[in-house]
């Protein structure tokens, strides 16, 4: 296998990945590995030889050449940056598989549409911020997964609508509105800001204000339930109030003077 022509479309340092750069890309990266620990940027190959830059603390840096007849027990990987989309190859037969055959254009597309076919749905929708106190519970339940991580209002919009919230039309108006209510949270004392950032963390006055709405919602439900019977009950009491007084008669095979004594037995 011919790996000479991979290098004709080398990668430069800085590979974009979004944006219009980004579809634009179209380059392959040879690499060689010892397990897992990388050893080797490929830059060139000679007949005896593999040249390029070795891996040191973070990075390949140092120039290098490793002969063939010391590659042995060496994994080779090769990444073809397709678009926005990178395949990574863990062999040569794996590489074949998928370049030979062209299947990675497959991939690429499958991929695409996989985000870009929600992402287009999503956009469709017209996106509002909950309450305030919902956000209020939204903001305790995403401090309660990280305490010790201040969050901002980026934070807060992906935990609740996904990374998707960043390519809608509204994202900008959205942040904007997410912006005032943790301003108005933590003049009511229910955040605190990090420092001069804006970033929040949210105090013990938020879990207390939070339970009190719980509450006084649980309150304000059961009275309205409660109000409900009522009227149903002073429906029937009047209906049969009005059959007791003769304003309403009932048919012969209707006794629903039988059906009050039945119905009062029970209160």
Not at 57 to 74: C, E, H, M, Q, V
Not at 106 to 119: E, M, R, Y
Request: charged share 20%; hydrophobic share 40%.
């Amino acid at each position: 296998m011919d790996f000479k022509g991979l290098l004709t479309k080398p990668c430069p340092t800085r590979i974009p990945r979004t944006g219009d750069s980004g579809k634009q890309v179209n380059c392959y990266s040879i690499s060689l590995y010892e397990g897992n620990i990388p050893i080797m940027l490929v830059n060139s190959i000679d007949d005896n030889c593999l040249s390029g830059s070795h891996f040191e603390g973070d990075g390949f840096r140092t120039d290098a050449s490793i002969p063939f007849n010391l590659t042995k027990g060496l994994n080779i990987r090769i990444e073809h940056y397709h678009g926005l989309i990178t395949h990574t190859y863990t062999g040569l037969i794996d590489f074949a598989i998928h370049e030979w055959t062209k299947f990675y254009r497959l991939q690429s597309i499958f991929a695409l549409a996989k985000h870009s076919v929600p992402q287009f749905f999503f956009n469709k929708k017209k996106l509002q911020l909950p309450k305030r106190m919902s956000i209020l519970e939204a903001i305790i339940a995403k401090q309660s997964e990280e305490p010790e991580k201040a969050f901002s209002s980026l934070d807060l919009m992906s935990y609740m609508y996904s990374l998707r919230w960043y390519l809608h039309p509204q994202r900008s108006e959205l942040r904007k509105k997410m912006d005032l209510y943790l301003s108005s949270f933590e003049a009511s004392g229910e955040l605190r800001r990090n420092g001069g950032k804006l970033e929040y963390f949210i105090t013990g006055k938020a879990v207390s204000t939070l339970e009190q709405y719980q509450i006084e919602t649980a309150r304000a439900k059961d009275a309205e339930s409660s109000n409900t019977w009522m009227l149903r009950l002073t429906a029937i009491l009047a209906f049969f109030a009005a059959f007791q007084s003769g304003l309403i008669t009932s048919p012969a095979l209707i006794d629903l003077g039988e059906v009050w004594q039945w119905l009062i037995s029970y209160m």
